[in-house]
């Protein structure tokens, strides 16, 4: 049950179970959600409003201005747009649901994102880290395996350590299931192809006796499923072996998956499907990374560029 006072409880509860069924939202963005609004209704019991309809526009103006100036220190941007939100959302349902007339949301505006550019590395970093896992060792086949998934998937690190070995179809073909549970079918390049075989029939199998009967696809040395942090720091190693003098994530496979795809032409429909964004807008920020390296390439190689 929510923290949040009197009938607003009830209400955010109300609506919490509504994202869920409608919706589909993984537990962890409904307690992203619940965190959000509580704090929304704990400002509003401090207003002295504890039901919807005693809500106005000046209580959710007041609500933004006080995220920008709490005692504890103001919200970055992000967190910000992303609690305010959460309040705009929550209006929405009540006007919906016929539990007040007016959305008294609607006129607040979150505040300006800057342009946040997704980090890619070029394919020849890409390639030295991928070789960075070479070798006949088990974890070596495992992790090699699991890199060159990422890379030839853009999956993002939770989809992959999430796989189990049936989700792997007919070898050239992987079943994701991505935020809200959305399935999506992804096709395995030649190398990931390749690496997936390797460990599958050699190196897995060794896993798998040192633990219970697990479907997971990516084992760890005790036979259990590989977690998301062990994957980061499977990541990180091969980095400092590839030497590339910068630290990656999980999600710098999944940003040059993209970006290395639109610039070998790839249209950016495709690239949505493939990435499972519920929309073309997320992935059309691939084409403004594209595009600056492309302008990059034309002031350096151009003899009137400059």
Avoid: C
Avoid at 41 to 49: I, K, N, S, Y
Avoid at 72 to 83: C, T, W
Avoid at 168 to 176: Q, T, Y
Avoid at 249 to 255: E, I, N, Q
Wanted: proline share 4%.
């Amino acid at each position: 049950m929510s923290e949040a006072p009197g009938a607003l409880a009830v209400i955010i509860d109300r609506y919490l179970r509504h994202l869920a069924i409608e919706r589909g939202l993984a537990a962890n963005t409904l307690a992203a959600y619940r965190r959000d609004l509580d704090g929304y209704a704990e400002f509003l019991r401090v207003q002295g409003v504890e039901t919807p309809e005693g809500i106005a526009p000046a209580h959710v103006s007041a609500y933004a201005r006080h995220l920008g100036s709490r005692p504890e220190g103001a919200l970055v941007a992000s967190s910000m747009a992303r609690m305010l939100s959460s309040v705009r959302g929550f209006h929405r349902f009540l006007v919906g649901e016929s539990l007040v007339v007016t959305d008294v949301a609607a006129d607040t505006k979150p505040p300006k994102l800057g342009s946040r550019l997704p980090k890619a590395i070029t394919i020849e970093q890409m390639g030295a880290v991928l070789a960075a896992t070479d070798g006949d060792e088990l974890q070596q086949m495992r992790d090699k395996a699991l890199l060159e998934l990422l890379y030839a998937t853009g999956a993002r690190i939770s989809e992959a350590v999430a796989l189990n070995v049936d989700d792997v179809i007919e070898g050239d073909v992987v079943r994701l299931f991505g935020k809200g549970g959305k399935q999506r079918i992804v096709p395995v390049g030649s190398f990931a192809r390749t690496a997936l075989d390797r460990y599958l029939v050699r190196a897995r199998p060794a896993f798998s006796l040192r633990g219970t009967s697990t479907p997971a696809l990516f084992l760890g040395a005790r036979g259990q499923r590989v977690s998301r942090q062990n994957a980061w720091l499977i990541i990180r190693a091969a980095a400092e072996r590839a030497e590339l003098g910068f630290e990656i994530s999980p999600h710098t496979f999944r940003h040059s998956f993209a970006t290395h795809l639109l610039a070998g032409g790839a249209d950016v429909r495709v690239v949505q499907e493939l990435l499972g964004h519920s929309s073309v807008a997320t992935t059309q920020i691939y084409t403004q990374v594209t595009a600056d390296t492309l302008r990059d390439m034309y002031t350096v190689a151009h003899p009137r560029a400059r």
